[in-house]
């Protein structure tokens, strides 16, 4: 597939244009618009993007870094194409990342953070006709709270270079749920669990239940893309 593509957004001047072409060229890995094993140029990706190829090169110094990218000439890239074995460590190691956020958070959450996480619960238990995309976007609330709460950015930068598995693949796995409705129990009831921990400001239990969910979503994804 050619990286001549005309789906990715124009950057904005007024920020960093490096900083914004390795997030956009990033989270283009992560939601699949590229795929394994893709050849990009410096060139190509910088029309797309319409700046000059030092933002790109600069972004594509930093993916190679993050083992997302691998230079194929002077000239010419690729998206790495992971083994089945190396993508289960990544995303192994980034759960283990994730609960040990969750522990940094436990004692920086407020009581009016964890009444809102509860309410997110409610709104996935009671609404029966919410859709996978407001499942994903509820879900994805519920754990911004701990992250924002945890306020760790090397940490968390830790675990966005370790998220592979794009936003298209992870719907997929929430749909799969609606054929195996106790996995969807079992994930609503885990919320249950980390919420219950975190309002016991009990470190070790939240990093401890946090990384079992964290762990079965690592399962649920992996066997969606089996």
């Known amino acids: 597939m050619s990286s001549e593509r005309s789906d990715l957004p124009p ?23 590229f795929v394994s094993g893709e ?6 990706l910088a029309a797309q993007l319409q700046v000059s190829p030092t933002p790109v090169r600069e972004a594509l ?10 230079r194929v000439s002077a000239r010419q890239l690729r998206v790495v194409d992971h083994s089945a074995e190396t993508l289960r460590e990544l995303m192994l190691t980034g759960a283990a990342l994730r609960a040990m956020e969750a522990r940094f958070a436990t004692h920086k959450i407020t009581d009016a953070a964890l009444d809102r996480m509860e309410r997110l619960i409610d709104t996935l238990v009671n609404e029966r006709d919410l859709d996978n995309s407001e499942r994903m976007r509820l879900a994805r609330e519920f754990d911004a709270e701990i992250e924002r709460a945890a306020n760790n950015p090397t940490l968390r930068s830790m675990i966005v270079s370790l998220s592979v598995i794009g936003q298209e693949r992870r719907a ?26 975190l309002r016991s400001r009990d470190p070790d239990l939240v990093e401890r239940v946090f990384h079992q969910h964290a762990i079965a979503g690592v399962n649920l994804l992996l066997d969606d893309l089996d």
Not at 22 to 31: D, L, N, P, S, W
């Open 39 to 44: 050849r990009v140029t410096e060139r190509g």
């Open 61 to 70: 110094r930093r993916l190679e870094q993050e083992g997302l990218i691998e």
């Open 172 to 197: 997929r796995s929430v749909e799969s749920t609606a054929t195996h409705p106790e996995v969807g129990r079992q994930r609503i009831q885990d919320h249950h669990d980390i919420l219950a921990a």
């Open 11 to 33: 950057l904005f001047r007024g920020r960093s244009l490096a900083e914004q072409a390795y997030q956009t060229i990033r989270e283009g890995i992560a939601t699949g618009l």
